[in-house]
């Protein structure tokens, strides 16, 4: 049996950690979305975008545009030059209205211009189109 360290150095087994854990999941309402993008196959741009999306790097105004829009938790991987994001969304969550708002938004406006720089469209993408959604295939149950 595996432990893991809580808060106050109380141990707790793993089975019932994660027990929690997804009884906290099942609690919210949230929905969750993958995306995927590629970046330009260059080891160099590809460096430069990993810097504008380490920790604390990106736009404040990206960010609060983000959060605003009702994603509660944003992560992205990377592996080659394919992007790979998961977004949890709050149960109003709206791509439509989201998209608006970033339409409106100069800091977001320029914010994707300039990384337009590094990405680039899926081979299948229709002319203009970035990020898109993937098709879940599995889910443990």
Same mark, same amino acid.
């Given at each position: 049996?595996?432990?893991?360290?809580?808060?106050?150095?109380h141990?707790?087994?793993?089975?019932?950690?994660?027990?929690?854990?997804?009884? $906290?999941?099942?609690?919210?309402?949230?929905?969750?979305?993958?995306?995927?993008?590629?970046?330009?196959?260059?080891?160099?741009?590809?460096?430069?975008?990993?810097?504008?999306?380490? $920790?604390?790097?990106?736009?404040?105004?990206?960010?609060?545009?983000?959060k $605003?829009?009702?994603?509660?938790?944003?992560?992205?991987?990377?592996?080659?030059?394919?992007?790979?994001?998961?977004?949890?969304?709050?149960?109003?969550?709206?791509?439509?209205?989201?998209?608006?708002?970033?339409?409106?938004?100069? $800091?977001?406006?320029?914010?994707?211009?300039?990384?337009?720089?590094?990405?680039?469209?899926?081979?299948?993408?229709?002319?203009?189109?970035?990020?898109?959604?993937?098709?879940?295939?599995?889910?443990l149950?």
């Amino acid at each position: 049996m595996q432990f893991v360290c809580r808060r106050n150095f109380h141990v707790q087994p793993m089975e019932d950690q994660q027990m929690n854990i997804q009884e $906290s999941l099942n609690s919210r309402r949230v929905k969750r979305y993958c995306l995927a993008c590629d970046l330009k196959d260059n080891a160099e741009l590809i460096e430069q975008y990993k810097v504008y999306h380490d $920790s604390g790097n990106a736009w404040p105004e990206i960010t609060e545009s983000i959060k $605003s829009a009702g994603i509660l938790d944003m992560e992205i991987y990377l592996i080659g030059n394919r992007l790979f994001m998961i977004m949890e969304v709050a149960d109003n969550f709206d791509f439509e209205k989201k998209a608006v708002a970033d339409a409106e938004n100069p $800091s977001v406006q320029e914010w994707e211009q300039l990384m337009w720089n590094y990405q680039q469209q899926l081979p299948w993408a229709k002319n203009g189109e970035k990020w898109m959604l993937m098709d879940q295939i599995f889910k443990l149950e």
